[in-house]
């Protein structure tokens, strides 16, 4: 008897180890499906980053860039709470759940950028900009939000606060959005961050749709001093069918070339003698990356 009682002993005491270890792991199971933030991980090393509302038996319902999403169980693979990119001052120093609260607040804010109140973007536009390097990889990945206006804000933040060495690529590579209003912001955002930009924005204008756009994008070329642009406008003057463009880009090859006129034939010949002796273009700043702009244009 005593045998069987002291045999029993460990079984239970291993059953109750296991019980409580079951909860314990249940237990923060639900804690991490408590709403808010996550990084939700998908088959073909696909990442969605979203606000999770509630988690059902089956499926997980959350907000993914302003639509309501129901993402089956069986399609995650798994999911953690969003963080800051390894490598920035502020992850160094802080703990995890630190990390977490501050990417949590960074996502809050670019969302706010898409919202109807002038209030909340403003603040959140503000927020974004007084700590870039924090909200840089983040504002990066939001030039794909599925909302032109958190793109095109995402943009302008990026020209104005950014630098060419890490925001130039990527603001750039909006030029080919659907929006014009996305793509306007693009080729302004590019105008601050300096003249690198000049040969994609070049041949953008080859496609570039909408006559406003097209302007701001020679007036940009213009105000680099960009003597490469020349060949490229001269030729887009040729078939350019608004007047308005027409008239931008005569201003530009004026400003560009030096002189005054109007007849296609003079530019080119001028141009001829450009190439014959050409002038060194302007340099970026080799610690800035910035270009130097002509003045008063």
């Known amino acids: 008897m005593n045998a069987t009682k002291q045999g029993r002993g460990p079984i239970v005491s291993?059953?109750?180890?296991?019980?409580?270890?079951?909860?314990?792991?249940?237990?923060?199971?639900?804690?991490?499906?408590?709403?808010?933030?996550?990084?939700?991980?998908?088959?073909?090393?696909?990442?969605?980053?979203?606000?999770?509302?509630?988690?059902e038996e089956d499926f997980y319902v959350l907000n993914?860039?302003?639509?309501?999403?129901?993402?089956?169980?069986?399609?995650?693979?798994?999911?953690?709470?969003?963080?800051?990119?390894?490598?920035?001052?502020a992850e160094e120093g802080e703990?995890?759940?630190?990390?977490?609260?501050?990417?949590?607040?960074?996502?809050?804010?670019?969302?706010?950028?898409?919202?109807?109140?002038?209030?909340?973007?403003?603040?959140?536009?503000?927020?974004?900009?007084?700590?870039?390097e924090i909200s840089r990889p983040f504002l990066h990945a939001a030039l794909s939000h599925q909302k032109p206006r958190v793109r095109a804000l995402a943009i302008k933040l990026l020209g104005e606060v950014g630098t060419a060495g890490e925001d130039l690529e990527p603001v750039t590579s909006r030029l080919s959005d659907s929006t014009p209003q996305v793509r306007l912001a693009s080729i302004m955002a590019m105008r601050r961050l300096g003249p690198r930009g000049a040969p994609a924005l070049v041949d953008h204008l080859q496609r570039e749709a909408i006559p406003n756009n097209r302007k701001m994008a020679v007036q940009t070329l213009q105000f680099w001093n960009s003597r490469g642009a020349v060949g490229p406008l001269l030729e887009l003057q040729a078939v350019e069918k608004d007047r308005g463009v027409r008239r931008c880009i005569e201003v530009a090859l004026?400003?560009?070339?030096?002189?005054?006129?109007?007849?296609?034939?003079?530019?080119?010949?001028?141009?001829?003698?450009?190439?014959?002796?050409?002038?060194?273009?302007?340099?970026?700043?080799?610690?800035?990356?910035?270009?130097?702009?002509?003045?008063?244009?």
């Open 14 to 55: 291993t059953t109750l180890s296991i019980i409580a270890f079951a909860g314990i792991m249940t237990s923060s199971l639900l804690a991490l499906e408590e709403p808010g933030w996550y990084v939700f991980e998908l088959e073909e090393n696909v990442h969605l980053t979203g606000r999770l509302m509630k988690a």
């Open 95 to 132: 703990a995890h759940s630190d990390s977490a609260a501050r990417a949590e607040q960074v996502l809050d804010a670019i969302e706010a950028l898409g919202s109807l109140s002038d209030g909340e973007r403003d603040q959140a536009y503000g927020a974004l900009g007084r700590d870039l």
């Open 254 to 297: 004026e400003s560009l070339i030096g002189r005054r006129g109007r007849s296609p034939g003079a530019w080119e010949a001028h141009l001829k003698k450009m190439r014959e002796a050409p002038t060194r273009p302007p340099q970026d700043d080799p610690e800035t990356g910035e270009g130097a702009p002509r003045s008063g244009k």
């Open 64 to 89: 993914f860039q302003g639509s309501v999403l129901q993402l089956a169980r069986s399609k995650v693979l798994g999911l953690k709470k969003p963080s800051l990119p390894a490598g920035t001052k």
